[in-house]
């Protein structure tokens, strides 16, 4: 069964410096995601992405964030100068397989990146 | 942001007994929900869904029931297996394809063999 990937799965980074954290959605979808789910919160939407733009994002989605998919399959998500409060996972997520004939609202999720800055 | 609340942060069942998993929302706008199982180190996976046009939606084990009067809905698992002990999401969207999910705090479930 097709599903979307992550890597790395855990990245330790300090205080300031940039990370990249990947993802592969399946293959035939045409709307991706990033959420972020800090230690005992929530799981938090952060951007939406579809047609090579951002479709919605939240506040927490600052101007530290960005998000490209550079090639026809992987799906970034970067954190130009991180702070310690970015720590938590990040789970990227794809819904809406091309050709759907119904309104389809089901997002798959990937296994997340444990991001801990330091 | 308590737009999707789930009061219950736990429960404990006996296995082959039933399991209703509780979830309220305040958004009036939403008209999708879905629940969402997790597991230790993994990402969501996505259980069942229900839109607004309909009270209830089945599929094996697993009945979601929609109360849009009182913005509520309940996730029943019977018969409960051990394999079901998981965090468990509901999760609320509007409308069209492509929006994001408005998550709750989850509840945990533990099912005893």
């Known amino acids: 069964e097709p599903e979307v990937t992550q890597t790395p799965s855990h990245q330790v980074t300090q205080m300031g410096q940039e990370v990249i954290l990947r993802c592969v959605p399946i293959?035939?979808?045409?709307?991706f995601y990033w959420y972020r789910q800090i230690l005992g919160q929530k799981v938090e939407f952060l951007v939406s992405?579809?047609?090579?733009?951002?479709?919605?994002k939240s506040e927490i989605f600052d101007d530290q964030f960005s998000v490209e998919r550079p090639d026809g399959s992987n799906f970034t998500l970067k954190i130009r100068s991180t702070k310690l409060e970015d720590s938590a996972m990040y789970f990227c997520a794809s819904s809406v397989p091309s050709g759907s004939v119904r309104s389809y609202n089901e997002q798959f999720f990937g296994p997340g990146t444990r991001l801990t800055v330091l | 942001d308590q737009q999707v609340k789930q009061n219950s942060p736990s429960l404990s069942v006996q296995e082959g007994r039933i399991s209703i998993l509780n979830c309220d929302y305040t958004?009036?706008?939403?008209?999708?929900f879905l629940w969402y199982k997790k597991y230790p180190a993994e990402g969501p996976t996505f259980l069942i869904s229900i839109s607004s046009i309909k009270d209830k939606n089945e599929d094996g084990r697993f009945t979601v029931f929609l109360n849009k009067s009182a913005k509520h809905l309940s996730l029943h698992i019977v018969p409960s297996q051990p394999g079901d002990s998981a965090v468990y999401f509901c999760a609320a969207t509007l409308g069209a394809a492509g929006n994001k999910l408005t998550f709750g705090g989850g509840t945990r479930v533990l099912v005893k063999p």
């Open positions: 958004n009036s706008m939403f008209d999708y």
């Open positions: 992405f579809y047609n090579n733009e951002i479709s919605e």
């Open positions: 293959s035939n979808h045409l709307y």
